[in-house]
């Protein structure tokens, strides 16, 4: 008997990781809603263009707060403590919201990524090779982690014996953890991956765009945080083997669901803050919007017409004569609102110059035809 004593594990009671958890998870969860909210009145209210990365996003924080209130709610019932020291008829409660929370969990993570890959084929204007490459990887890294989903709930049979021990005792068959910690390794691994090159792909893009270094280098760090969310996920990776530990599993997988919450928050932040710069000016003394006002009230004049227009009109009569014309078009990379016109707040715009050389007529072939001819 005293060496069974030996062999088992002595435990602090007071070790409890269920505040720190609660405090990460609800300060990371709030700052996340305000870019969300953020972005939606700008997307909604400002630019009148709510895309399919909005729908998304607000998706995905659906996930994420669905993931925080299973884990308060476990975390309430002792998730975070020692196994040995939560009361006995709390135990099963605790597994089952344990195991549900990773089902959403792995959700608000998974769907941001979608929202990057649209957000990206949305600013972007890539040719379709491009687009392809963006929704297959990040659809990739979804049904990866959609099957992880799978696995998970289809450990043992029935599947009601993950979370109620007393099952197993009665004859239930589980399979082997170390294929879900396996599976999970695997699908962190893809997760990483693919959060990197969402992060480091804008940058091959914008840095040939026409605009300033200091615009590209603030552009390509807005779009680049998801870098961070690769990291995360690579030390959620070394957290995983704690679901081998079934005797202290609510201890030990504790970690995993921090770094679960800190990954996904870390994605939806890395997909709205290249979206809140149209807010930010707004804010910053409405620079922005009134210089826009100024410029429509004196585009337009009594006469009902364009004076830009009627400008560009007699610029390009005066190039035809000089004996060139350039065609000037400009495509902005922040969207369009609903009618189909660039909104004043969406300044990163794409220009492309075509210039058609000819020469006159008369100069050539003379005023009765080709010279040399009958």
């Not at 998974?110 to 990887?137: C, D, G, V």
Request: proline share 3%; aromatic share 10%.
């Amino acid at each position: 008997m005293s060496q069974q004593q030996q062999q088992q594990p002595v435990h602090d009671p007071s070790e409890d990781k269920g505040p720190r958890i609660m405090a990460v998870l609800w300060a990371l969860t709030g700052f996340t809603t305000l870019l969300v909210a953020a972005r939606v009145y700008i997307r909604l209210v400002m630019l009148r263009s709510f895309g399919l990365d909005d729908w998304l996003i607000v998706f995905g924080m659906i996930m994420g707060f669905v993931f925080c209130g299973i884990t308060t709610a476990a975390i309430v019932n002792g998730f975070g403590k020692h196994l040995m020291y939560i009361e006995m008829d709390k135990i099963e409660t605790v597994l089952l919201l344990n195991n549900l929370s990773f089902l959403f969990g792995i959700l608000s993570f998974t769907i941001p990524k979608l929202a990057i890959a649209a957000l990206l084929n949305r600013i972007l204007n890539r040719n379709k090779f491009h687009q392809i490459l963006l929704w297959f990887l990040t659809g990739f890294a979804g049904t990866v982690s959609c099957i992880c989903i799978v696995v998970l709930f289809t450990m043992c049979n029935p599947p009601e014996a993950m979370w109620k021990p007393r099952l197993v005792e009665a004859g239930a068959t589980c399979r082997d953890q170390r294929i879900l910690v396996d599976y999970a390794i695997f699908t962190g691994a893809v997760s990483a991956f693919v959060d990197l090159f969402l992060a480091a792909y804008p940058s091959t893009v914008l840095l040939k765009l026409n605009m300033s270094l200091r615009k590209k280098l603030a552009l390509c760090g807005a779009l680049g945080l998801g870098s961070l969310a690769s990291a995360m996920a690579i030390i959620k990776c070394v957290q995983l083997p704690g679901l081998m530990d079934k005797s202290d599993f609510t201890y030990s997988t504790a970690d995993l669901v921090l770094w679960t919450c800190v990954e996904a928050n870390v994605v939806v932040v890395a997909s709205c803050i290249p979206t809140l710069q149209p807010l930010l000016e707004f804010i910053l003394g409405k620079r922005v919007m009134a210089s826009s006002s100024r410029g429509t009230n004196e585009h337009y004049k009594s006469s009902g017409f364009n004076n830009s227009s009627y400008g560009a009109k007699r610029s390009m009569a005066s190039r035809k004569e000089a004996g060139f014309t350039t065609v000037e078009s400009q495509e902005s990379i922040l969207g369009d609102n609903e009618n189909g016109n660039a909104h004043p707040l969406s300044q990163i715009r794409r220009t492309d110059n075509v210039t058609v050389n000819y020469e006159s007529r008369s100069a050539k072939y003379g005023s009765n035809g080709p010279k040399g001819a009958w």
